[in-house]
């Protein structure tokens, strides 16, 4: 399975102690949704400190996604005077997690090559502007 990380470097990129009960699963899951938002085109035998460095991030929001699911009553916002509460859905979370885990993606692999000499983001319209400003 692919993995660009391991458990002592999630622990050094994040000045962490431990790792999330389901490590292993979460870094499959991170490891695969970085792999598919690159187009598969890391150079796993030279990964990138900015891949693992967003690697252990959405390892950290995988796991902070799932531990708001298991509680009981997540509560979303409170209002003392009239006392009304409103509480996150599974749904919610997902979607937060999907963002956060864009946001990640964006701010630490804009800049990076992948092994096919394109950035890891590039998605095609690039050659293409690049090539229509050219003919104009």
């Not at 490891?31 to 990964?47: K, L, V």
């Not at 708001?68 to 599974?90: C, F």
């Not at 692999?109 to 690039?126: E, F, K, R, S, T």
């Amino acid at each position: 399975m692919l993995q660009y990380i391991n458990e002592d470097e999630y622990k050094e990129l994040l000045g962490t102690d431990s790792v999330p009960d389901n490590f292993t699963q979460y870094l499959n899951d991170a490891s695969s949704y970085i792999n598919y938002r690159t187009r598969a085109r890391i150079d796993t035998d030279d990964i990138h400190e900015n891949v693992k460095y967003a690697t252990a991030l959405i390892i950290q929001e995988i796991s902070k996604a799932e531990t708001l699911k298991e509680e009981v009553g997540n509560l979303k916002s409170q209002n003392i005077e009239g006392w009304s509460e409103s509480y996150a859905t599974p749904e919610e979370i997902e979607e937060t997690l999907e963002s956060k885990k864009k946001d990640i993606i964006k701010r630490y692999l804009w800049n990076v090559i992948g092994a096919d000499g394109n950035p890891l983001l590039y998605c095609g319209v690039w050659l293409w502007i690049k090539s229509f400003l050219y003919i104009q």
